[in-house]
């Protein structure tokens, strides 16, 4: 035999495989970035922002992370989360419209896909709102239509700036028409900031950012910005191919071909938005620059932040009005 004479640690053993049933339990470690196909390691990858070391790519962020990250510990104070959804329409679709309702909020853990706060962001004091795509995909329905308006109206009322930061897939078509007059009322409500308080507005555009939302409120800002490599136009892509009969350009409704067209104002790094924000505000508020080494270092959830949402030690939610 050919083991005869080896000793028994020399012995060779014939493994059989057999395939692994069932999903694993343990966490997922590692994430292939979809641009340069990195083997990136979770947390390193959450510690840098949700940024591809090697090639930059931009992954999706929650919305509590960049609340998180954008505002000064201890500064954010939440609003209207008490604003839940109803199914005014009776929606049905493959699901009642109130059971997807109750899906996302065991998802999330919150009502809505949108979150409201007054913070303060690199020392500025500010109302700013984030989308939480995980949320039937960031749409907007009458909640999150009230939450904005409401955003630019307390902007308007403290005479401070407006950031608001989108990641969503348009209009909520379980809300019919309701979803699709927040358009104008979010618009209505951003106008007068402009116009009678005189207050800027930051438009931030995040992957995705599209329909009713691109429509409005995120093409208005005076100053808008986005992530490299974010999706931003109203109908998709395949949609507009198969309705014009065409192939469209290369790189069609990413940012890069948005700013050379000049439908946005720049594009800016994850690492480096803070600090762009920051700057941007005091230059149109009149305000002396900020000494670079003053600026506090951008956080991200692991340096102490709830991981289970905007709350408790890193937020203080405002009473219901």
């Known amino acids: 035999m050919a083991d005869e004479g080896r000793r028994w640690f020399e012995k060779r053993k014939d493994f059989t495989g057999s ?7 343990g966490p997922e470690l590692f994430t292939k970035c979809p641009k340069c196909s990195a083997t ?43 604003l839940a959804p109803v199914d005014a329409l009776g929606f049905v679709d493959s699901k009642p419209y109130t059971e997807r309702i109750a899906a996302s909020r065991r998802k999330t853990g919150r009502n809505d896909a949108f979150i409201a706060a007054s913070a303060e962001v690199d020392g500025i004091d500010v109302e700013i709102g984030c989308f939480d795509f995980s949320y039937m995909g960031g749409s907007m329905g009458s909640v999150v239509g009230e939450k904005i ?60 950012t599209t329909g009713g939302v691109a429509a409005s409120f995120a093409m208005l800002g005076d100053l808008i910005l986005a992530e490299p490599g974010a999706l931003i136009g109203f109908a998709g892509p395949r949609v507009i191919r198969e309705t014009i009969g065409e192939e469209l350009p290369e790189g069609f409704q990413t940012s890069e071909y948005l700013l050379e067209h000049g439908l946005i104002d720049q594009i800016v790094p994850r690492h480096a938005l803070l600090a762009r924000i920051g700057d941007m505000l005091r230059h149109a508020l009149g305000l002396p620059p900020r ?26 939610e405002a009473p219901a009005s």
């Open 40 to 82: 990136l390691f979770n947390e390193a990858l959450h510690n840098n922002l949700r940024v591809c070391e090697p090639c930059g790519h931009h992954f999706r962020w929650s919305a509590v992370d960049r609340l998180s990250h954008m505002c000064a510990k201890g500064s954010i104070v939440v609003h209207d989360e008490e």
């Open 149 to 208: 308006t409401r955003l630019y109206e307390r902007a308007y009322e403290r005479k401070v700036p407006a950031i608001v930061i989108s990641a969503s897939g348009g209009a909520r078509m379980q809300e019919g028409v309701l979803s699709l007059m927040q358009m104008a009322k979010t618009c209505a409500a951003l106008a007068k900031l402009r116009d009678e308080a005189h207050m800027p507005y930051i438009s931030i555009l995040t992957d995705p």
């Open 19 to 25: 395939a692994r049933t069932g999903g694993s339990d």
């Open 291 to 316: 000494d670079v080494e003053a600026r506090p270092r951008p956080r991200c959830l692991s340096e102490g932040a709830d991981a289970s949402g905007v709350s408790g030690a890193e937020a203080v």
